[in-house]
Structure formats: structure tokens, C-alpha cells
């Protein structure tokens, strides 16, 4: 038979309340109410800034330009084919940028600068988004 001791137990809540972990983030996210030809349109992102990079659940990235006062259009960085209506995005914080190298002098990048020219990755990368 097993015996419980109250000191053993109390001893392990303490434990996991020194380690228990207070951190909040808050987050800024809305609904997608509809997606097409590249664009979605979101509700709910309240806090996002004229060109600030958009992130949907899915790993697409898009850029807020079009800000309305209860919606926001959001153009899309790529394909997007997994984004659904109903779905989430959330608002980086971050505003567009590309870097600026001279690596990048006479190569071909998409909207995040990653290379699409066939040449291969750069021998240094730095987050876009």
C-alpha cells in the first residue's frame, strides 16, 4: 500500500510554483472574413499600422495597407491557398522592410526578399518579417 505524506506534496506544489512560468503576451489577431485574388480582408486587427506585416495561421505572410475602421485589407506575400475564411491573422508589429546589401546588386527577389533567380541563397541571411 502506498502512503501519501503531506510534506512530499506540499513540497512539489511549492516546486511548481517557483516554476511556474507568469509571462502575458498579448497579441494582436482578427478574422479572416474573406480571401481572394491575393488580398484578405480582416476584422478585428484594431492596432495594426499602415505596412505592417500580417502573419496567418498557416505561415503566409501579407502586408496591412488598406485600413478601415472595422476591417483591414491585407495583401498577400504568397500563394495563400491554405488561408480560409474564418481563419486567424495576427499583426507582427513589424513594418515591411528589405535589407540592403550588396549581394542583392543584380539579383532577382521577391516581396521578402528571399531570391527567386535561380543563383542560389545568399551566403547571409537576415529576417525580413
Known sequence: MVTIRVDEISNIIRERIE???R?????NTGTILQVGDGIACI???DEVMAGELV?????????ALNLESNSVGVVLMGDGLMIQEGSYGKATG???QI???EAYL???VNA???PIDGRGNFSFWISVY
Open 19 to 21: 516554476q511556474y512560468n
Open 23 to 27: 509571462e502575458v503576451k498579448v497579441v
Open 43 to 45: 476584422h478585428g486587427l
Open 55 to 63: 502573419e496567418f495561421e498557416e505561415g503566409t505572410i501579407g502586408i
Open 94 to 96: 513589424r513594418i515591411a
Open 99 to 101: 535589407p540592403v546589401n
Open 106 to 108: 543584380g539579383r532577382v
Open 112 to 114: 521578402l526578399a528571399k
